[in-house]
């Protein structure tokens, strides 16, 4: 399979903690995505960041990029409860741009 | 952003039955569209890439005879469960992509909750 692995699976923290998502993928890329998807609904993109970036930033969100280890991360700064969601890295590559999800991360953000 | 319509947002039908769902690029022209499935509590597995005028193509396990997926226009692509039954019952979602944004977001419909009872 080509999907790819997050950790951890499931992450419960308190409101003002910072959270931390890591992504793992296996092949080469174009570009990789963050998106966040509440229980049972659509999705929602955070943030993309392309194969030739190492660092993005958007608001509360910081993206890392290591393509010589094929991974990434998320970090969630100051967290609060309505960050509570399903995040998943998506990562793009192929000559059709083909979109892989990971696993996911199920955040839970206690008030 | 741009905007994809995904529709019917829910849906109930009877096994045996088939079912379409319609995933449309509102304001740009989807050179390319994916459909995605999703069983709950798990992430969100490709079934099939089409690209406008020709066949989709299939992910591994995914029946094309089951499956049916049309592309035959740049702002609308079809999904069709046919002889649907209650292991079908899952979201489904689309992603359109314009030939000219590839390397950008990817714009997502809404999804469909299919349940077959």
């Known amino acids: 399979s080509q999907q790819g692995e997050e950790d951890p699976q499931a992450l419960s923290i308190q409101e003002g903690e910072n959270a931390t998502m890591n992504c793992s993928y296996k092949?080469?890329?174009?570009?990789l995505q963050w998106y966040r998807q509440n229980s049972g609904r659509g999705l929602v993109h955070l943030i993309l960041?392309?194969?030739?970036?190492r660092e993005k930033h958007s608001g509360r969100l910081r993206v890392t990029l290591d393509t010589s280890k094929k991974s990434s991360s998320l970090l969630i700064t100051a967290s609060r409860a309505a960050d509570t969601a399903s995040y998943f890295c998506?990562?793009?590559?192929?000559?059709?741009?083909?979109?892989?999800f990971g696993k996911g991360t199920l955040l839970t953000v206690n008030p | 952003g741009a905007v994809v319509s995904q529709h019917p947002s829910r849906v109930i039908c009877k096994s045996g039955t088939s079912v379409k769902i319609e995933c449309r690029s509102l304001?740009?022209?989807?050179?390319?569209m994916f459909w995605y499935r999703q069983f709950p509590k798990q992430s969100l597995m490709l079934m099939a890439t089409?690209?406008?005028?020709?066949?989709?193509?299939?992910e591994q396990g995914v029946e094309k005879d089951k499956f049916l997926i049309n592309h035959a226009s740049l702002t609308l692509s079809t999904l069709t469960v046919t002889s649907a039954h209650p292991e079908d019952s899952s979201f489904y979602i689309c992603?359109?992509?314009?030939?000219?944004?590839?390397?950008?977001?990817?714009?997502f419909g809404q999804g469909t909750r299919l349940t077959v009872v």
């Open positions: 998506v990562h793009s590559g192929g000559s059709n741009y083909k979109l892989t």
């Open positions: 304001d740009f022209q989807a050179t390319t």
């Open positions: 960041i392309r194969s030739n970036e």
């Open positions: 089409s690209n406008e005028g020709s066949k989709a193509t299939y």
């Open positions: 092949t080469s890329i174009n570009n």
């Open positions: 992603s359109a992509r314009s030939g000219a944004r590839m390397n950008t977001e990817a714009f």
